[in-house]
């Protein structure tokens, strides 16, 4: 028997034990008593520019701004200024990983292709740091005919507006000769008109006919000035020759009341338009058939004066008008420009203090595509995540491949962003 013994083991007496809560499941895992918390998913865009704003938390400093966006020391006049600026204003398209199909790289194509080759007159001060010699330059290159100007009124408001344009002669030439909507007799003509009047941004009606002016708009090169009518009336309504067809008489009966007799072009419709016929009322028929054969004979005998009643000119759209100059698919091209001004400052926003560093500002505008410095090439050599493809980012998306520079000089020349030298990260950007 042990020393040790004791009435614990045959004792009645026992503790209660704790009671297992109803409906839980006992666990092996050694990790089945830690409370349960929910997962963190993928941080959203907010919680990225948050610390894309950590880095950036307290205000750049500001050494002084800068005065130029050129960094070819032989930019020297607007004459090389332009070319130059059409050079840089895609970037090329990746060889490799582009993340785009061969449609949509056709399609990226063509869109650059199609573009009209107008450089903005605010990019032109970006570039050059003397806006009074450039002006004065622009001058003379519009006095010689080296170089047209072109207005885009009513484009954006204030400093996002668009302004005037600068196109090459010998490009302006050049779209003209391609325009495949435009006659041999009508394009030499038009080109005759642009030589003669080189400072010109509008012309008068009175140098084109009916036709003319038909074929120089669908082409893109002529626009209406007169807000009183478009571009539409000369399309559909060419003056007397649609007098008595159903556009005619379309045009009568949305300006009358419906059931009225001005609805159905008045009481001397039939003889207005060539016909006759009976009627009661011999005395007013009289009247009337007189009234007509004499406008009728009015008429006859103004065409066979007028050369420019033949072709339908006594149309009042045709009365003291002007036409815009203007080139083919410049409403792409201008809806592109407004757009990416207003992504970049955007971009820009998403700063504290609506300021970044060029190099940051640039990763946001490419998409944080992979780098082309030898870590991003190493790191694609292993099979290493290096960021997202081009092919789904904004910039080719819906830009078509704008390159960050050219959007730069818009936004500069504009006076949307400014920019200045700071004592460490090099050159930044600031939204006005």
Sequence with gaps: MSLYYSAAGSSRISKAKAKKPPLRRSSSSPFSGHPRQKSLGRSSSKADVSREDDLLEDRLEDLGLVATLAHDLSLRDVAQVIPYVRRRMFTSLPEQASGMSSTRIAEVLN??????????VAH??????????????????????????????????????????LVLMEDWTRMVSEGEELDDQIRANFLDILRRRPAVMSLPSSLFSVEEARQLMRGGFLTA????????????????GSRGTLMSLSRVASRSASGSMAAVGGEGAVHDVGGGGGGGGGGSHGRRDGESHGRRG???????????????????????GAFQLSLPTTGPYLRL??????????LLSRSKYREAPLDLLRERWDGGIA?????????????????????????????????????????VGAGLVELFETGSVGKAARAT
């Design 111 to 120: 869109f650059r292709r199609s573009l009209p080759p107008i450089v903005t």
């Design 124 to 165: 032109l001060h970006a570039v050059l740091n003397s806006p009074t010699t450039t002006e004065r330059e622009t001058a003379e290159l519009v006095r010689a005919g080296l170089v047209r100007r072109i207005v885009v009124p009513g484009r954006g408001v204030g400093g996002s507006s668009v302004g005037e344009g």
């Design 225 to 240: 000035s007169n807000a009183s009518w478009s571009s539409s009336d000369i399309l559909s309504c060419p003056g007397m």
């Design 298 to 320: 009015g008429e006859s005998h103004g065409r066979h004066d007028s050369p420019g009643r033949r072709d339908g000119t006594d149309s009042p759209l045709f009365k003291g």
């Design 337 to 346: 420009l407004t757009s990416a001004r207003a992504h970049l400052l955007s």
């Design 371 to 411: 780098g082309d410095d030898a870590s991003s090439r190493s790191r694609k050599a292993r099979g290493e995540f290096t960021g997202v493809l081009p092919g789904r980012t904004r910039k080719w998306k819906q830009f078509y491949g704008l390159s960050f520079e050219w959007v730069l000089g818009e936004c």
